[in-house]
């Protein structure tokens, strides 16, 4: 199976953990402006990492748009945020 991880980074913490995934499974790497429909066809798994901003993912919506439904790409998601998911959880419960 062809992998590609392809990421979106501001300042650059997703990149130093998208590089860093890209070294383990030893696949390629492409930074989210560069990836086109083009190039994402000739890959079986689609890792996709991204920073969050005021909740939200940046970039998935154009990432699974230029997927598209063709094939059987394995499309997997990671982010980076400073939010604690846990902590924040329960604050809001309370
Ligand atoms: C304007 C702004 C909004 C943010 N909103 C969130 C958020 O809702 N949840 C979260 O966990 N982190 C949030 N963050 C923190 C970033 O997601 C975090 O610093 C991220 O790791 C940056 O990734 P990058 O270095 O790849 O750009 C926000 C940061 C900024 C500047």
């Known amino acids: 199976m062809k ?3 392809i990421y979106k980074s501001k300042t ?3 990149k130093k ?3 860093w995934i ?3 499974l030893r696949c390629d790497l492409l930074e989210e ?3 086109t429909v083009k190039t994402l066809q000739g890959y079986d798994v689609i890792i996709f990492g991204s920073y969050i901003r005021v909740e939200k993912i940046w970039g998935i919506k ?3 748009g230029q997927v598209g439904k063709e094939g059987q790409k394995k499309v997997v998601l990671f982010s ?4 604690d998911p ?3 959880g329960t604050r809001s419960r309370q």
Do not use: P
């Open 22 to 24: 890209q070294e383990e």
């Open 12 to 14: 650059g913490l997703t």
């Open 33 to 35: 402006k560069k990836a």
């Open 80 to 83: 980076t945020g400073s939010v």
């Open 86 to 88: 846990v902590r924040k």
């Open 17 to 19: 953990y998208a590089k």
């Open 62 to 64: 154009k990432l699974l």
């Open 3 to 5: 992998a590609i991880v």
